[in-house]
C-alpha cells in the first residue's frame, strides 16, 4: 500500500482551529493522539493539574537509538480580537500566510515534526525509536508541562537518546540559526516597607521610595559580566517600579518594585540569589527600612557543546536551506531547560518574528521546509547510528 504524506500544512490548520490557551487543551492533543495512533505511534496521555501533556512513541521502549521530539500546544492569549484582521483561531491563508495564534508559536513546529516523523515510520522505517513529547504548559507556569512528561519517563522507563525543540529559532530567515543553549531566567520581586508621613516633614517618616532607588540603581548600574565563550553577556531590567500614592503630600508606607535576570553560564541562580539578597539588604541597612525578597529561577543556563548532535542538525539545516546556521543561545526560555536533565538537546525551527503578536502568521513554504529539515534530521541519525 503506497503511503500519502501527511501535510504539516494542513495539520498546522487544524491545530490552529483549537483554542488551546494555556491551560486549555482545547482539542489538539486529541487531534495529535488520534493521528499518531492511526500511524502506529503507542500515544500515553500524561495530564497532571489542569495540564494536559502527551507522549507518543514509534518503536521499542528505551531503544538505544531514540530522537526525540519536543514542543508545546498551547497558545498565548489572543489579546484584543477587534485588533485582529482575520480570526485568530481560523487559520485563514493569505497571501502565503496562514494566520492563527499558534502558527509561528508553535503549532507549525509541531506539526511539522509530527509529520517527518510519520513519513519516516511508515516509507522506511527506522533501526530504532522515535518519541514525541508534546505539552500544554509551555506558555504558563512550565510545572505541569514538560517536567510532568519527563517525570513520566524516568517512572516508565522512557529514555531519549537526543532530542530537538521545535521552537521558532530564526530571526529573519529559514535556517539560519539554531540553539544550543539558553540563558538562565531569574525574576525578583521586592517589597519596601518604612513609615508613612507628611512630605513636608520628612524627618518623621521613613520613605521606602529612598531605599527602592537606591537598590535599583545599584542593580542596573551592576556589570554582570562580559560574556562567556558560548554566551553574550548576562542582563538586568528592571521591569517595574509601583508605590500607587496620588497624593503629593504623604510620603507612602511601602513601594515594590520587580527585576528580571536572563544569566549566562558565568552564574547560578543560586549565586545571584545570594548577590540580590545582600544587596537588598544593604539598603535596608542604609535607610533604616525593611526589604522583603521573593525570587524565582524559572531557568538555569544550560549549554549543549557544539559536537556530534549539532553538527547533524546544522548539516540538515544546510541541505535544506542552503545556509549554514548560526549556533546561538540568544532569546528566553523555552523547555529545552527542562530536556537538557534528560539527554543532549538542540532547538532548531522556522522564523518567530510573528510570535505571540496580533496577526501571528507563518509562511505556508516554511512550514513544507521545516518538516524536510525533520524529515532529513531523522534519516541521517538513524543512517550515522
Not at 510545572?143 to 522512557?158: Q, S, V
Not at 539588604?281 to 549549554?303: N, T
Not at 510570535?355 to 518538516?371: F, S
Request: charged share 25%; glycine share 10%; with cysteine.
Amino acid at each position: 500500500m503506497t503511503h500519502s504524506p501527511l501535510d504539516p500544512q494542513q495539520l498546522t490548520a487544524d491545530l490552529i482551529r483549537c483554542a488551546s490557551v494555556t491551560p486549555e487543551e482545547g482539542g489538539a492533543l486529541v487531534l495529535l493522539d488520534k493521528v499518531l495512533s492511526a500511524a502506529g505511534f503507542t500515544c500515553t496521555r500524561v495530564d497532571r493539574g489542569e495540564v494536559s501533556n502527551l507522549i507518543a512513541r514509534w518503536g521499542d521502549k528505551g531503544h538505544p537509538r531514540t530522537m526525540g521530539f519536543n514542543g508545546h500546544t498551547d497558545v498565548v492569549p489572543v489579546g484584543d480580537t477587534g485588533a485582529w484582521t482575520v480570526d485568530p483561531f481560523g487559520a485563514e491563508e493569505k497571501d502565503g500566510f496562514l494566520y492563527g495564534r499558534g502558527a509561528t508559536d508553535m503549532k507549525s513546529g509541531v506539526a511539522a515534526f509530527v509529520a517527518a516523523a510519520i513519513d519516516l515510520v511508515q516509507t522506511t522505517p527506522p533501526d530504532g525509536a522515535i518519541l514525541l513529547t508534546i505539552t500544554g504548559d509551555e506558555e504558563g507556569d512550565a510545572i505541569d508541562g514538560t517536567t510532568a512528561l519527563l517525570d513520566h519517563m524516568d517512572r516508565e522507563g522512557e529514555q531519549m537518546a537526543v532530542c530537538l525543540v521545535g521552537e521558532p529559532t530564526c530571526p529573519d530567515e529559514m535556517g539560519e540559526m539554531i540553539k544550543i543553549g539558553r540563558r538562565g531566567s531569574l525574576s525578583v520581586w521586592f517589597t519596601v516597607t518604612g513609615v508613612q508621613g507628611h512630605s513636608a516633614y520628612p524627618h518623621r517618616a521613613k520613605n521606602p521610595l529612598n531605599a527602592m532607588v537606591r537598590l535599583m540603581d545599584r542593580l542596573a548600574s551592576h556589570e554582570l559580566d562580559q560574556g562567556t565563550e558560548h554566551f553574550d553577556a548576562s542582563t538586568l531590567a528592571v521591569v517595574t517600579l509601583d508605590t500607587g500614592n496620588p497624593a503629593t503630600n504623604v510620603i507612602p508606607a511601602q513601594t515594590r518594585s520587580t527585576v528580571n535576570i536572563r544569566f549566562n553560564d558565568a552564574h547560578t541562580g543560586a549565586e545571584l540569589s545570594d548577590w540580590l539578597r545582600a544587596e537588598a539588604a544593604r539598603a535596608a541597612k542604609d535607610f533604616d527600612v525593611d526589604i522583603a525578597v521573593e525570587i524565582k529561577v524559572s531557568g538555569e543556563s544550560f549549554i549543549t557543546p557544539p559536537g556530534p548532535l549539532s553538527d547533524l542538525v546544522s548539516a540538515a539545516v544546510e541541505a535544506e536551506t542552503g545556509r549554514k546556521p548560526e549556533l546561538s543561545t540568544t532569546g528566553g526560555t523555552s523547555d529545552a531547560r527542562f530536556v537538557k536533565n534528560h539527554c543532549p538537546v538542540v532547538e532548531v525551527g522556522l522564523v518567530g518574528k510573528t510570535m505571540h503578536q496580533v496577526d501571528e502568521r507563518v509562511e505556508i513554504a516554511q512550514i513544507h521546509q521545516l518538516k524536510s529539515i525533520y524529515g532529513r534530521i531523522l534519516r541521517d541519525y538513524f543512517d550515522q547510528n
